[in-house]
């Protein structure tokens, strides 16, 4: 092993205390363009609609958003599907953090929901009820901004708050289906 090469501090700064850390502000100003499938999909939340898309083909899947194909079929979501405002809670996570420039009161939850007639979760947050009483099963709807607020972003959702419904019954996504490589449509 070479030895460190020896550090030259100048002079005038022998004497001055050592610098241990350093607090900057960063920011990340970027600018999204939605491609054919987030652009309707955005356009319906302007609308108080949530539209997915899927396959044209049998059993294929519901995605929420949407992104132009399905992943497992390796073929174009070309079929739109309104799905409900309403969804199960599947998994969630308690905030205790902070973070910079963050404006929700501290905890809160931010969680899985799988709307219905969607196959998979989206991530949203979960209001208008204790932390500790949010959990896995628990049926939600989605609260939304005044109409001269909405516009095409998912902040046209408030939140998702509990409808008082019984829980139901979750299931991991996919247990019900073939592994893709097992999938008589992927292998046609």
């Known amino acids: 092993m070479s030895e460190a090469p020896e550090i030259s501090i100048p002079e005038r700064l022998r004497d001055v205390e050592p610098v241990r850390s350093v607090r900057t502000p960063a920011e990340l100003v970027f600018t999204y363009t939605p491609g054919g499938a987030s652009s309707r999909f955005l356009q319906g939340i302007a609308e108080r609609r949530i539209i997915g898309e899927r396959a044209a083909v049998p059993g294929a899947r519901v995605y929420v958003p949407p992104r132009g194909a399905d992943p497992q079929l390796g073929k174009p ?21 902070s973070f910079y420039g963050g404006t929700m009161e501290l905890p809160y939850v931010s969680a899985l929901i799988k709307l ?60 019900d289906r073939p592994l893709w490589l097992d999938n008589e449509e992927f292998n046609r």
């Open 77 to 97: 979501t070309s079929e739109p599907v309104e799905v409900a405002h309403t969804g199960t809670v599947t998994s969630f996570c308690v905030v205790n953090v």
């Open 116 to 175: 219905d007639g969607s196959d998979l979760p989206i991530m949203h947050l979960i209001q208008e009820c204790p932390v500790d009483r949010v959990r896995p099963g628990m049926r939600v709807e989605a609260v939304w901004v005044d109409d001269d607020d909405l516009g095409p972003t998912m902040e046209s959702i408030k939140w998702f708050r509990p409808t008082g419904e019984p829980d139901v019954e979750i299931h991991i996504p996919g247990e």
